[in-house]
């Protein structure tokens, strides 16, 4: 009867780690001192009983240590679970979850937690051991830090929204009206000396490619598209114009229901496109570049593919700023803000693919 031993009894009480255990019964064998102090219920409140559920949730549904007894397939795991869980990477069929349980010890609490099958040296499931860490603190830090960024990122675009109405009603304003000048003066003094007429229609030209740039930048500062027709229109015309100033071959696809998404959200994963075209121009030495926008129900998918000349990715995404790679730090920002998921797949000589994917509402 290993469950019952003391020997086992005293490994989990001398844990500093709160854990718990279930027999095959879902009877509670075990609870240990930090458990008792993690959730305020004293071990002898709780060995003995049936189940243990109400402590976390406060009503009768299965822990991921029932799960594990009862030998759960992974779509019960999920009906329960749902995206929280996942298969533990260093423990042979444990699942490991991140929840918060706001009812936990009169107070709520963010806890990860992790059940693994007890196994006898017959190879049979005598029961389930749970352990359960407190990151109550470590999400808040999160939550904050997820605050401060998406207000910097606000605070950041408004700026860019004032710069290019600046640019828009003054500077430009101030061009184009300059070159219409400049028009009518060439149209109306046709017998102007031909040394000066060149001049000015020189002094035309430049005014009209400043212009253009001008309006080029106005452009990516605020693109107006994106507020008017919406994400796609937006992105199609970003993509397209690396063909136009850049001679990359571009093509862009848009598949699923498309539709009109929170404007911040749009937004931000214009961006994100915005900052890897953006890399595919300076770095990839592309002759051809795909972007593509699914829709799913659930979710919007946006890949950006480029048959260049690829590069070596740090191995942890976490050394990107300590890389100086600014700018997909950027993008790592953004997908983290937005609960996404980010995928880069690169290497030299091999293309680099990014790919996004964030949940819609
Ligand atoms: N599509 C790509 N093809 C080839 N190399 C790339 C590509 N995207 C990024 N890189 C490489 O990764 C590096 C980091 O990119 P990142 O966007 O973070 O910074 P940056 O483009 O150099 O500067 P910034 O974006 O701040 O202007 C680049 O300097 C480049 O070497
Ligand atoms: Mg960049």
Redesign the pocket.
Known sequence: MPLSSKLLAKIIDGSAVASFVLNQDHVVTHWNTAMENLCGIRREQMVGKEGCSEVFYGYKRPTMADLIVSRSSPEEIEKHYQDKYRTSPLIEGAYEAEDYFPELNNTGKWLHFTASPLIDDNGEMIGAIETLLDITERKELENDLRYFLQQTTRAHEEERKFIARELHDDIAQIMGSLSRKLDNTLRQNQSLESAIIEDLNDVQLHLNDGLKSVQRFIKNLRPSLLDDLGLVPALRSLTNSLEETDGIITEFTATGEQKRLDGELELSLFRIVQ??L???K?????SEVRVSAEFHGDGIQLN?I?N????N?PKSMDS?PR?????????RERVWLLKGLLEID?GPGK??A?MVTVPVK
């Open positions: 900052e890897a953006n890399n595919v300076k770095h990839a030495q592309a950006v480029d260049g000349r690829g590069f990715l990107l890389s100086g790679m600014l700018g997909l730090m950027g993008i690169t293309g680099t990014l």
